[in-house]
């Protein structure tokens, strides 16, 4: 396991950290798929449920995985591109949004309580944007590591399986750009209507993304400088809360495109510090789809919602749930006097 823990001094110690990060425990997903394959069903009749319930196994160490505790977690942030007329809503309603979720009255508050994880939020210095990316580096490595560290910290070591979401008026923008500096291709492979924009916003998303490219080419291939050049502070907190994830064997559920695009940076350092994250819904972002095939990853859901906020994770982890419900609660063939085919 690693000796690089949180809070982190340094952007660099991010680099050593990830080289070094518990792997899920062979033994008990080997034990798990055999127990999967007897219980009373066909070998694989569960499709998918039975891989998430081995998925689980790895991670929590033992056989029989379960849920005491889902956590669920909104980073929200403001972002300097919005200077770029990139975003059709203000940037106070991210503020405003925030104050929804703390009410209770926002769609994650519903999915995460009928799929039974507790929900916090954590506004990130919503009254400072970072800085317009086409002109500068989004955030200083200070402001970038203070992010990281207040992701880490909202984590409770305790929690079974963490759900993570977004909240930031023009962070599709954002996401956008971590995708192209992660993956390459054009600006507009990775582009999409985000809250609603027009063909013409969306055409000042890819203008702004390309000089943004362009500026901080020097920073391609490093993903704590591509974090801090083109990110903002709700992305560099969910990379910080994916990692102290991983240092206590949590497994995450990623939201959509935004949330996806954010842990980018941490792919680029290292793939496999994504080993133990899931993506719970294929967002209705165009660049979802090939961000998910460039990580080697496949949704859990795919229902054509492209909201945010952790809706579309906190919707699959009741899938999550009802694979390890049937993993444990199944009787094998032996207990139910099921003659085997």
Request: with cysteine; net charge negative.
């Amino acid at each position: 396991m690693s000796h690089v823990n949180f809070p982190l001094t340094s952007l660099d110690e991010i680099a050593s950290m990830v080289k070094d990060l518990p792997i899920a425990d062979h033994e008990s997903k080997a034990s798990a798929r055999a127990r999967q394959d007897c219980l009373t069903k066909p070998a694989g009749s569960l499709g998918r449920l039975e891989d998430l319930a081995v998925f689980f196994a790895g991670w929590q160490t033992q056989e029989v995985p379960q849920i005491k505790h889902a956590q669920a977690v909104v980073f929200a942030g403001n972002h300097g591109i919005c200077a770029q007329n990139v975003n059709p809503f203000p940037q106070e309603v991210t503020a405003q949004m925030v104050a929804n979720f703390k009410a209770g009255g926002a769609a994650i508050n519903q999915l995460c309580q009928v799929n039974g994880a507790d929900l916090s939020v954590v506004d990130l210095d919503l009254d400072k944007p970072t800085a317009d990316f086409t002109l500068a580096p989004a955030m200083t490595a200070a402001e970038c590591l203070a992010a990281l560290n207040a992701g880490a910290a909202a984590v409770s070591p305790n929690a079974s399986v963490l759900i993570l979401g977004e909240m930031g008026i023009g962070n599709s923008t954002v996401g956008a750009a971590l995708a192209t500096a992660a993956f390459g291709g054009e600006a507009a492979d990775w582009v999409g209507r985000g809250t609603g924009s027009d063909d013409a916003g969306v055409q000042r998303k890819v203008d702004a993304i390309n000089r943004a490219i362009a500026r901080h080419r020097a920073t391609i291939g490093d993903g704590c400088a591509v974090l801090a050049a083109l990110g903002g502070r709700e992305q560099a907190a969910i990379c910080g809360a994916v990692l102290a994830a991983r240092l206590s064997r949590i497994p995450v559920i990623l939201d959509g495109f935004i949330c996806t695009a954010s842990v980018a940076p941490l792919y680029m350092l290292d793939p496999a510090s994504l080993d133990h994250c899931l993506v719970g819904h294929l967002s209705a972002e165009p660049g979802h789809k090939r961000l998910l095939d460039a990580m080697d990853k496949t949704a859990i859901l795919d229902f054509d919602m492209r909201l945010g906020e952790g809706s579309g994770a906190a919707l699959a982890l009741g899938i999550v749930r009802s694979a390890l419900a049937c993993h444990a609660g199944m009787a094998t063939f032996a207990q139910a006097g099921v003659a085997e085919g």
